[in-house]
């Protein structure tokens, strides 16, 4: 038999010891929370430091003269992002045919990105960060019917000749990222966000370490410039390696 005061006592211990289980309990808890909020952090602070680094600001250069008669290719800062341009007068096989979609055009400019982001009217910073993840790209094709300086302005716009057989080599780089319907012309996704622009599907893929900046260097690259594509996320990194050529 429990009297009163034992009962009472029992209670207490019975107590004691569940606060001491529940401590024990919430500290591996506590733990974990703590290292995945220090996580997040530090790759906050990490994205954060990226993203000022890609931000500085880059000496303007003097763009090479350009001989006259050379073929030439644009390398066009867009703010976030780069385009790769060519004359339409320049463009052959798959090229070509893209032309045939923006009649009046004197040259075109080639953006890749993320599909979904791309495709999506209404974007916020989630839909940015989702973007980083690996999925399907797209190309967003603009028409010029004025030299890329008048569009974009002189200072983000770098002209660079090109011999003929890197012309060829860089278009069959550009053509490869374009998916095709049956009769092999570019297949079109939708228009683009402004007048004389249109998405193109493509088959390859962009995540955060193949953006569309790395996609403009690459393009660089396989045109026979000696660029360097190592880690090459931000635009200004793209026009720094344009000037030195």
């Not at 290292?35 to 000022?52: N, P």
């Not at 716009?157 to 374009?178: G, R």
């Amino acid at each position: 038999m429990i009297t009163v005061g034992a009962g009472r006592g029992l209670s207490s211990r019975l107590q004691l010891m569940l606060v001491i289980k529940r401590r024990q309990l919430a500290s591996p808890l506590k733990f974990i929370s703590t290292q995945i909020t220090k996580a997040v952090a530090t790759a906050a602070a990490g994205l954060i430091a990226v993203f000022l680094i890609g931000c500085s600001t880059v000496p303007q250069h003097r763009a090479t003269p350009v001989p006259e008669g050379a073929d030439r290719i644009y390398v066009i800062d867009r703010g976030w992002h780069t385009d790769i341009g060519l004359p339409v007068a320049e463009l052959h096989g798959k090229l070509a045919l893209l032309a045939a979609d923006f009649p009046g055009a004197t040259s075109l400019t080639i953006g890749f990105g993320d599909r979904a982001y791309l495709l999506n009217r209404d974007t916020n910073f989630f839909d940015m960060l989702r973007a980083l993840l690996p999925g399907k790209a797209a190309l967003l094709v603009t028409g010029l019917r004025v030299p890329p300086e008048a569009a974009f302005g002189a200072d983000n716009v770098v002209t660079l000749p090109i011999a003929k057989p890197q012309l060829d080599a860089l278009e069959a780089f550009l053509a490869s990222y374009f998916a095709t319907d049956r009769a092999g012309h570019p297949l079109r996704l939708a228009d683009g966000p402004y007048p004389g622009s249109l998405f193109f599907a493509s088959d390859a893929a962009y995540d955060a370490l193949h953006t569309c900046n790395t996609w403009t260097v690459e393009s660089l690259r396989a045109g026979g410039y000696p660029v360097s594509t190592t880690l090459v996320i931000f635009a200004a990194q793209v026009m720094a390696e344009a000037r030195k050529l």
